[in-house]
């Protein structure tokens, strides 16, 4: 993990971008972290849109997680960004506007091969940078995943350990496969869901909520469309990882 | 409205049953509440199994509304309790009991005679409640529905101008007919629904939910089965009490 640039918020939240390997990444840290006062971390997950277009969004749940005293790391997606270019997802996203654009149904070969080398690749990444920002000595756990495809946050939850609680956003397509591994899940989970989220499949989401073996498990559905999360709801997550995380 | 007895709780809240005509209730008001400081008032909903039976579950509730400053009133159903026995009620609850016996379906037959006649009793009490409670010098409004037969809280949410959010209970049989009720209700709502609750059907609460017209509107699925809305679940319904109460 390389330091590449290192600045205060006007809030004290002391912000870091980083490479991992080729993988760029930021971590946020409240401004009372330290080695001999470590914090709890969520990974924050996004969208396939780049780091850079995400930003104004994930700085904002960082400062938000950083009040609660817990940092947050993300790192960006495979295929996106300022990475190298990833042709097959590339065909996969086109292939999926164009049956959109032709009004013809989101087939299973389509989410496949949009969401399945997605988790395949991301989930090691992730898992890697929290091998590297746990080694910080101001970051100490536990840790909580948040957000982002929720595929990939589905596997992280049911195969990395160190995950102890993790926030979904059902609003991005779920492989068949993903239902049957949601159930290997057992971890506490929040899940927002917007009902009104035009491109989303509400019932797929409803199916794997369902399906999640979590004894605690907690399905947060409002309106607002798919990028209205209300202010209210993103305030029921932070609590949910400041019950779990603290 | 006739004060029959009056208690303060250990948290200072004041307790005083009334009767309103034949229908006996219960207010409790916060320590504070006075003539000068007027307090808003949330309509504890309950199922038709008794106050006295329900008492310790909703004098719970009041000490928590009490302690965001917010008085709270309910009143016995008509039939429950220690009102007279209603004959028509008790035949459509000996019928559902006979079905579920049975392992027979529950037909919307079922549904109606349980359910309508009780919205159709019941509603114009609750608004007479409302009347004598908001006569009251330290209660001010604004006003909240809670909990209970969720169909009568659709109906007062329809009808009833005064109450200006509703939080519901997604765990009793609903009649076909207040599906097109829900449509009319454009009041924020929060909405409980136990996902695991085996007695309700679900799908008749997700679709309730659909239909309601409110553009705030939101459900929280937890596990727990009926009786087990989890500490946080209700934290989070005060939560949205407050955001539009105070």
């Known amino acids: 993990m390389h330091v590449t640039s290192e600045q205060r918020l006007d809030d004290g939240v002391l912000e870091r971008t980083f490479t991992l390997g080729e993988i760029p990444g930021i971590l946020w840290t409240p401004a009372a972290a330290s080695a001999s006062a470590p914090v709890p971390l969520i990974l924050l997950g996004h969208p396939p849109l780049g780091l850079g277009r995400m930003y104004p969004r994930l700085v904002a749940r960082a400062r938000h997680s950083a009040a609660e005293g817990i940092a947050t790391a993300t790192i960006e997606?495979?295929?996106s960004g300022d990475r190298p270019r990833w042709p097959a997802a590339d065909r996969a996203r086109a292939e999926l506007r164009r049956a959109l654009a032709a009004g013809e149904p989101v087939t299973d070969e389509i989410i496949d091969a949009l969401i399945l080398p997605l988790v395949e690749r991301a989930v090691p990444e992730w898992q890697a940078a929290l091998d590297a920002v746990l080694a910080l000595p101001e970051i100490g756990g536990p840790v909580?995943?948040?957000?982002g495809v929720i595929s990939i946050g589905v596997r992280l939850a049911a195969v990395e350990p160190r995950i102890m609680a993790a926030g979904l956003f059902a609003g991005s397509f779920v492989p068949?496969?993903?239902?049957?591994?949601?159930?290997?899940?057992t971890i506490p989970l929040h899940?927002?869901?917007q009902w009104d989220d035009?491109?989303?499949?509400r019932q797929a989401a409803l199916d794997l909520f369902d399906a999640f073996g979590s004894a605690e498990k907690a399905l947060h559905a409002n309106m607002g469309g798919?990028?209205?999360v209300p202010e209210f709801a993103a305030d029921a997550a932070g609590r949910f990882f400041s019950r779990h995380l603290k």
């Open 144 to 147: 909580g995943y948040s957000g």
């Open 77 to 79: 997606l495979p295929g």
């Open 191 to 193: 899940v927002l869901l």
């Open 176 to 185: 068949r496969a993903m239902f049957e591994e949601a159930r290997r899940v």
């Open 226 to 228: 798919h990028t209205g």
């Open 198 to 201: 035009e491109g989303n499949d």
